[in-house]
């Protein structure tokens, strides 16, 4: 079975992926920052979180095209999974690479574009390995299967 793997198509999937993600990474670190947590604890909530979301916004679609939980939870884990660790361990890394983002409080503007830039890095980078992954039938090719099946994703 040959697989629709272009560099739009990994983008589109990559871009997917980034919004659960960055939702739940943001939710983690203002919610770590705001308790005064400590950065590995924060690091830890965020990731969590991220993948929290990523999964939910997959299952979202895929319940919608007439899935039960169970399914739905499992084409989400076989989609997203690798893409999610690849998008964290990449954004978290270079958010703690920069001096001083995560013990700048809230209000900074450091902390944002810090935040920002991980994102950006975390998108560029996991696009040719989600590309890599749809080439070959895995990842968010798996997805693509059950759209049109509800209102044409």
């Known amino acids: 079975m040959e697989h629709k793997a272009t560099w739009s198509a990994a983008a589109t999937a ?3 992926c980034l919004t659960g993600c ?3 990474e943001v939710l983690g670190m203002v919610i ?3 308790l005064g947590l400590h950065n590995a604890a924060t690091v830890v909530l ?3 979180l991220a993948f929290v979301f990523g999964y939910a916004l997959t299952m979202r679609g ?3 095209a007439g899935l039960d939980f169970g399914s739905a939870l499992k084409v989400a884990l076989v989609a997203d ?7 964290e361990l990449l954004d978290n890394a270079f958010l703690l690479a920069v001096p001083g983002a995560m013990d700048a409080g809230l209000s900074s503007a450091l902390f944002w574009a810090s935040l920002g830039g991980a994102l950006l890095v975390a998108f560029v980078l996991t696009t ?3 590309r890599w992954m749809m080439s070959r039938g895995r990842g968010h090719a798996v997805v693509h299967e059950f759209h049109g ?3 044409g994703h």
């Open 14 to 16: 990559t871009l997917h």
């Open 22 to 24: 960055a939702i739940g």
């Open 128 to 130: 040719p390995v989600n």
């Open 62 to 64: 895929v319940l919608r």
């Open 149 to 151: 099946q509800s209102h």
């Open 81 to 87: 999974t690798v893409s999610i660790a690849v998008m």
């Open 46 to 48: 965020a990731i969590v």
């Open 32 to 34: 770590g920052t705001a």
